[in-house]
């Protein structure tokens, strides 16, 4: 009898669950009915009415990177989120979404279709350039995901261009060498709820020594002596991979 009550508390266990990973999938009609086209006409507004479209696209993408693909299909470019980030920028729900967005988009791009590489430099270049307060507002946000999805938008900008690389050390406040150590180990700092954020930092230093043929950029790294030691100096923290891709490189 025990032994049998037992199993039906397993069963239980089990719908339920079932019913929790049913509601953790994205809903399959919603992602094919949801209007691309209707999407990128309201981003392109001066309105910001499109928050719900952009809530749903950035919480499918990872799962149904069809969305990403049907966007960029359809003419979808870097350059037209970075042209709605100009007219959010206040708005911060709005403004982490948006930096999201960008970065699935670019990451796609670079993935799957080289060809656009010139779309991504183009928007990045306008982020890079004529919105550096903007960036340094998502690195110095209290949300971790701020932080980390503004670092790797960054990573993405070193790793297409050499130029932005340069621009990102010579404009973006929070890595220029006037900035006190510790007001970026505060930024950077490693805890176990920000692992996300050292990971992000890491991936973003990478990208400056990745490609051995770009001494300049590299060079301009190493003369940037406090952001180069808060890389070094919590080394002894990261997980074996990110180690291991240290001493590879």
């Not at 470019?77 to 709605?84: D, G, M």
Request: with cysteine.
């Amino acid at each position: 009898m025990k032994r049998k009550r037992e199993s039906v508390l397993e069963d239980q266990e089990v719908q339920k669950k079932s019913k929790v990973d049913e509601n953790l999938e994205p809903n399959r009609e919603e992602i094919f009915n949801f209007d691309i086209k209707a999407f990128r006409k309201k981003l392109k507004k001066e309105s910001n009415n499109f928050f719900d479209d952009l809530k749903f696209f950035v919480n499918n993408a990872e799962k149904s990177p069809q969305l990403i693909s049907d966007f960029l299909e359809l003419g979808g470019r870097p350059l037209e989120i970075v042209e709605a980030i100009s007219k959010n920028e206040q708005n911060n729900d709005v403004l982490s979404n948006l930096f999201q967005m960008l970065q699935y988009v670019s990451s796609k791009i670079i993935t799957d279709d080289q060809q656009k590489g010139d779309s991504i430099l183009q928007g990045l270049k306008f982020l890079v350039t004529k919105h550096s307060n903007t960036i340094t507002k998502m690195l110095s946000s209290t949300k971790p995901s701020d932080k980390k999805v503004a670092l790797k938008i960054l990573a993405i900008c070193v790793s297409t261009n050499r130029e932005l690389g340069v621009d990102i050390l010579k404009n973006i406040k929070v890595f220029t060498k006037t900035k006190n150590k510790e007001d970026l180990s505060e930024i950077f700092k490693v805890t176990k709820q920000q692992e996300q954020i050292r990971a992000a930092f890491f991936e973003f230093i990478i990208s400056f020594l990745y490609n051995d043929a770009d001494a300049v950029l590299r060079k301009r790294l190493l003369q940037n002596r406090i952001l180069f030691e808060l890389l070094l100096q919590d080394l002894h923290k990261d997980n074996s991979q990110s180690s291991s891709t240290w001493t590879f490189i």
